[in-house]
């Protein structure tokens, strides 16, 4: 294949992010090559997701699978590094997000003078002790093109002096979640749980800050029980989480622990819920956008828009101002916010066919 523009996804919240993307190119008939690099794996994590968003088969699979975050990252480094060697005269490769994935990928093309476009850049929650924090400060150190989500990444990348690389181009998770809406909705899937509509709790958690300590998870699950109590609440959980929970012999029968949903199904209960109490980053964004309130268990957040414009509030690991917060009754009230229109993905091809011409 000769001068595609390379995107890159590895895990989860990258392929939402991906699929807007790919379609856009595809209209304006550019070349793409798709790059999962398995940071995930399963088809709860990711074949459901290019199953129900439609994204092609990937091109290139590079496989590398769960490890500490070194070798991970080394893993996606080695493989990529060895396939962007066999790409005839790359046009530029598309990273997204703040995964492992987003940052190995970067690396690796910037070294090779390939140009470099993180989406979702400039995002920062000023917390290293998150490994996210780390891979974002990477990405858009060595990134040429920093296509920004919300407007606080302009004013972080502004005080790191890279004001002259970035460009606001608003949110292109959001455009999956507007183009997936009708779907999700009308597939109720509250009522596959037997919940009824504006009156349960949707919890996911999964930060290593949350569920690898074993003293924070069982007050973590005190607080679900309690929380239970006071309306149905529905934990689809992440693999880590469970390992974690079964490890530990956390098993809660007050609390309905379910497998990982694809995009729709997590979609709708989350769009029928009375609140979201979450430690994700993109849920924060997507309960703003839909107006559900969003109880989120960090101290700080990269996403301040949500907490300003937003439905979501910070409870740190204060568990019993969260059970307050997520208790009270809140009118829904959806967030406006510049560039969340279901368009930014046809910005970013806009700008980058233009620039990598
Ligand atoms: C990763 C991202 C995080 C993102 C999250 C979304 C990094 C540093 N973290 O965290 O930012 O919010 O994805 O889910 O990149 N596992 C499976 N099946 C899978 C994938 C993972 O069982 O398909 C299990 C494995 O035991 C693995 C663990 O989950 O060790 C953690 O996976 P990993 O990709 O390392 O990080 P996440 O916690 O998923």
């Known amino acids: 294949m000769a001068s595609p523009i390379i995107l890159v996804a590895g895990a989860r919240p990258n392929f ?24 995930h794996y399963d088809y709860v994590m990711s074949g459901v997701f290019f199953e129900q968003l439609s994204i092609r088969q990937p091109d290139a699979f590079l496989k590398v699978g769960s490890a500490a975050h070194g070798a991970q990252t080394a893993a996606i480094m080695t493989k990529f590094e060895e396939l962007l060697e066999t790409v005839t005269a790359p046009r530029g490769v598309v990273v997204v997000g703040d995964v492992n994935s987003t940052m190995a990928a970067a690396l690796v093309a910037a070294k090779m003078r390939v140009p470099v476009a993180h989406v979702e850049a400039g995002l920062r929650s000023h917390d290293r002790s998150m490994p996210e924090e780390i891979n974002r400060i990477v990405t858009d150190a060595v990134a040429d093109v920093l296509l920004v989500s919300e407007p606080d990444g302009i004013e972080n990348l502004r005080v790191e002096g890279a004001a002259s690389r970035a460009r606001y181009v608003g949110n292109v998770m959001i455009d999956t979640l507007i183009a997936q809406l009708p779907v999700a909705r009308a597939l109720e899937p509250n009522r596959t749980y037997g919940l009824r509509a504006g009156e349960y709790a949707v919890v996911t958690l999964h930060r290593p800050s949350n569920v690898d300590d074993a003293m924070q998870l069982e007050q973590l699950v005190t607080f679900l029980e309690r929380l239970a109590h006071e309306m149905p609440v529905v934990f689809p959980a992440h693999p880590r989480t469970k390992q974690r929970l079964q490890a530990a012999g956390m098993v809660s029968d007050a609390v309905r622990m379910i497998e990982p949903l694809g995009y729709r199904e997590f979609l709708g209960l989350v769009d029928s819920a009375r609140v979201v109490v979450s430690d994700s980053g993109g849920i924060q964004e997507e309960t703003s956008y839909l107006g559900i309130p969003c109880v989120t268990l960090r101290s700080n957040t990269e996403r301040p828009v949500t907490l300003v414009q937003g439905t979501n509030q910070l409870a740190g690991n204060n568990l019993e101002l969260a059970f307050t917060l997520a208790t009270q009754r809140k009118p829904r009230r959806p967030a406006t916010i510049e560039g969340w229109d279901g368009s930014a993905a046809d910005r970013v091809a806009d700008l980058l066919a233009e620039l990598w011409n």
């Open 16 to 39: 939402v992010k991906i699929a807007p993307l790919l379609r856009a190119f595809e209209a304006r008939s550019v070349e793409t090559l798709l790059v999962h690099t398995g940071q």
